[in-house]
């Protein structure tokens, strides 16, 4: 069984900047796409990043895009999402998640537990 640990979430003033890490159990570490999503009270899990296997290709969603960087050291086992420019909106749960086979954003299969980031205006 997989196991996905988070940290580095808190509580940061409106533009300022927090780094997540997710902590991968297991040696197949780098056989897996890796993502980043969030859910805010009252509303849906989305989409907020990936990186491929290697770390050659990500994706982002529209409302982060440009101010968040995905990011993996394989040889940690560790996917790190740094988020800059920060906004109340971006106030949410923050889960890490391992890919399925496609390269979609759709194809996570396994979650952490959460690490709560908060914004204050």
């Known amino acids: 069984q997989v196991q996905l640990v988070e940290s580095g979430g808190g509580l940061v003033q409106a533009g300022g900047s927090l780094r997540l890490s997710c902590a991968a159990s297991g040696r197949t570490f780098s056989n897996y796409n890796m993502g980043w999503f969030r859910q805010a009270p009252g509303k849906e899990r989305e989409f907020v990043a990936s990186i491929s296997r290697t770390g050659k290709l990500t994706d982002y969603a529209d409302s982060v895009k440009g101010r968040f960087t995905i990011s993996r050291d394989n040889a940690k086992n560790t996917v790190y999402l740094q988020m800059n420019s920060l906004k109340p909106d971006d106030t949410a749960v923050y889960y890490c998640?391992?890919?399925?086979?496609?390269?979609?954003?759709?194809?996570?299969?396994?979650w952490g537990q959460g690490t709560q980031v908060t914004v204050s205006s």
């Open positions: 998640a391992r890919g399925g086979p496609a390269w979609t954003r759709g194809s996570f299969d396994y």
